[in-house]
């Protein structure tokens, strides 16, 4: 009991002390009278404090990070989910660029056809109803397609409707091997047969075996009766390569198409067909031929020195003296005639 009486009043005393040195320390400022003793005390106990500070402050340091690793894991999922969206922003604005510029080329090609069409997206490709290179597009009977209409993109022939639901459609591809299109050259009567062959280029089957066909002639679609299932004027293609086929009357030949069928999306289905054949009027311009550049001219060779000497069998003249003038000189005026000497 008289320990902690004791304790208690040192404890008090001491606090006491501190006070009154702390009260006369800041009133003096500058002068002081315990100055010199605090510049003392930091002197002896100012590298022990930094030492111990040196020591405690990684552990400090380590004992925040471990507090602050939850918040900064938080901070760092919140920034992932941010740049994540922003990315897919990006791929949105990118994707419906090229959506609009499909979509652009699809109504440019149908007001150049005069074909009335509904416009619609692929929603799915593969196997349907049997058929094995088709697409579905969401479009249907509510939207008035029908079976048996041509089907296109802002290239050029897509396919043809062959199954109607009430609010989807499935596309019969050009590429199919059961799918064929009557088509006519440009800028000619010649006509033909196009048949789809899978992953390989389209085939042309011309109804005159004799008909002239080169690399780089392009077909357009000839037409159905009614417009059923194909309408005129539709690029197909442009010829690729034409082989002479032994044992067969007719040459084989490839067809590059202008439609990419691996990148489909905006399609237009033709709902009404033109009232006049549009012709060759929607085929992209012809590329045109390159002409080989002319061979450098030639410099023709530097021309001989002129010569003085005179040429062969030729006299040269004698220069007039005074005793060889001519006897034929005229006489002078007055009409005198210059003596002779004979006189």
């Keep these: 009991m008289r320990d902690s009486r004791h304790g208690r009043l040192v404890l008090v005393l001491l606090l006491a002390i501190s006070f009154a040195l702390i009260t006369v320390d800041i009133r003096g400022g500058r002068n002081s009278p315990i100055a010199n003793v605090r510049d003392w005390a930091s002197a002896v106990f100012g590298p022990a404090e930094r030492g111990v500070s040196a020591a405690v402050d ?8 471990v507090k602050d690793a939850g918040s900064h894991e938080g901070e760092k999922k919140r920034l992932q989910d941010e740049n994540a969206k922003l990315r897919q922003q990006v791929d949105n604005i990118q994707f419906d660029r090229n959506r609009a510029a499909e979509l652009d080329k699809l109504l440019k090609v149908s007001a150049a056809g005069q074909y009335r069409i509904k416009p619609a997206r692929v929603v799915a490709i ?8 088709t697409v579905t597009i969401d479009a249907g009977a509510g939207d008035g397609i029908k079976p048996d ?13 062959t199954q109607v639901g009430p609010m989807t459609s499935t596309v019969l591809l050009a590429t199919d091997p059961g799918f064929s299109v009557g088509s006519r050259l440009a800028g000619s009567m010649e ?13 042309l089957k011309l109804l005159n075996g004799q008909a002239q066909v080169k690399k780089g002639d392009r077909l ?4 159905s009766q009614g417009g059923k299932p194909f309408v005129p004027g539709v690029p197909v293609g442009e010829v690729a ?3 002479n086929t032994p044992g067969e009357l007719t040459r084989s030949v490839e067809v590059k198409s202008y439609v990419h069928f691996s990148s489909l999306d905006t399609v237009g289905v033709v709902i009404e067909p033109p009232r006049t054949d549009p012709r060759d009027s929607i085929l992209p311009p012809a590329p045109t031929p390159e002409t080989p550049a002319p061979p450098p001219a030639q410099q023709a060779p530097p021309a001989p020195p002129a010569s003085t000497e005179p040429p062969r069998g030729a006299t040269a003249a004698k220069p007039a003296t005074a005793g060889n003038r001519s006897t034929n000189a005229k006489p002078p005026a007055g009409g005198t005639t210059p003596p002779t000497g004979r006189d």
Excluded: H
């Design 58 to 65: 990684p552990v400090g340091r380590a004992v925040n990070a």
């Design 126 to 133: 593969g196997p349907a109803q049997g058929f094995s290179w």
């Design 149 to 161: 209409m041509t089907v296109i993109n802002g290239d050029g022939l897509v396919g043809r409707v």
């Design 191 to 203: 006509i033909g047969i196009t048949s789809g062959r899978g992953s390989k280029p389209l085939n």
């Design 220 to 223: 357009v679609t000839f037409g």
């Design 241 to 243: 390569e034409v082989r």
